[in-house]
């Protein structure tokens, strides 16, 4: 039958954030400034969508050329590219959210 599977080690999806999201989708875009702007959900390895870890991009940036991320194609070469961590960037937005009660 196989070992018994320990239920209290499975995590669910993370919890939604509208209010983090909301207010980083009314800044202008992490690379040019530009608004309005798409919240680009920054992931490591094979983790799920986090609405805690997210930038705000521009849909050029984000999704619609070759020099936005999803055009690069990965975090390392969007940070080849422009020098800005997505990473550290998201991290940064969320503990701003956090220290304003946005998050929870």
């Known amino acids: 039958m196989g070992a018994p599977v320990n239920h209290k080690r499975m995590k669910?999806?993370?919890p939604k954030q509208p209010a983090h999201i909301e207010r980083v989708k009314g800044m202008g875009c992490l690379i040019c400034?530009?608004?309005?702007?798409?919240?680009?959900?920054?992931?490591?390895?094979?983790q799920t969508k986090n609405?805690?870890?997210?930038?705000?991009?521009?849909?050029?940036?984000?999704?619609?050329?070759?020099?936005g991320f999803?055009?690069?194609?990965?975090?390392r070469a969007f940070?080849?590219?422009?020098g800005v961590s997505l990473l550290a960037e998201a991290e940064r937005l969320a503990g701003e959210s956090r220290e304003q009660g946005l998050m929870k």
């Open 70 to 75: 999803h055009g690069l194609g990965s975090e």
């Open 79 to 82: 940070y080849q590219e422009y």
């Open 33 to 46: 400034g530009y608004s309005p702007v798409d919240a680009h959900h920054v992931r490591t390895g094979l």
């Open 51 to 67: 609405d805690a870890r997210i930038v705000p991009l521009c849909r050029f940036h984000h999704q619609d050329s070759r020099m």
């Open 12 to 14: 669910g999806p993370p």
